[in-house]
């Protein structure tokens, strides 16, 4: 049996699940969406083994993120990165997808720590996957601490000289420079993993934070008539289980002890790079890429 583990409040402010509405109901191992599931995993997630039968979306009224009230439970997490996923694509296909917007947003960090020999240099890759970006900064001259969940990606990134593990260790702190993309969908608890992060980052530390851009997702759930939710880059039972207006993330790192940085920003003419880059990075990807500065 897959396991769920339910959620008794927001993920990102704290609020009760009371405090929240609820957007969908749906069957998650009968109907359209297991028939979906198992075709958008190539067959290789059993949905009949799954231990729970419903997705149930809610809003919360406090930050208004949106969220699974249910997602898998830690050993499912890693049945889902390690078995149903870890398969799923080339390594020099996926480097080559993801050379334009990873070369762009180190040349970004070079500019905005002052390059590798700065006092900012240690620099955090969280959620770092295959260590596509990870390698492309170290071949900068970045010293860089990849964190990962999944083991098969930890030995892959091991593979190329990578310095990945699935955790914190007590030397893992000072950091400058924090890029974490496509990630905070993905985690149960993505304030208690910030705040750690924040702890271990310098004041001033700047993190670069892109997530699928789910505003709208509301007006949209709340529009159907009939549910027809899919695994989609917003939302989904197993891999996306929160979806993050620009309003929530801003909620999410201002409890995390970041802010958002400002145009105003004078410090390594932040604010210049800041609004030049956003532009760049949007054509790049359809998650957006948003500056925080440690506070
Ligand atoms: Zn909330």
Known sequence: MIGFTERKFCPTCGAGVARSNELTCIAITSGELARHTREFYGGRMNVDELGIDQLVVVECQECSLIYCRFHLDSSGMKYLYDEVISSESDYDQETLRARPLVRRSVGIMNAIVGGPNSAQTRVLDFG???????????????????????????????????????????????????????????????????????????????????????????????????????????LDPFEHINCFSAKSMSELMRHAGFRSARPTDARTLLGAIVIASVATLSKLTNAPGRFFVKT
């Open 128 to 234: 770092a996957g295959r260590g596509i970006w990870a390698r492309e900064a170290i071949a900068r001259g970045y010293h860089v601490t990849a964190i990962e969940l999944s083991s098969t990606r930890i030995d892959e990134m091991r593979n190329n000289g990578i310095l990945a593990k699935p955790d914190f260790t007590a030397d893992d702190k000072d950091f400058g420079f924090v890029y974490m993309s496509q990630v905070l969908e993905h985690l149960p608890e993505p304030l208690g993993v910030l705040k750690d992060i924040g702890a271990r980052c310098r004041k001033d530390a700047v993190a670069l934070v892109g997530v699928p851009n789910g505003g709208g997702m509301g007006m949209k759930l709340r529009a159907e008539t009939r549910p027809h939710i899919r695994l989609d880059p917003y």
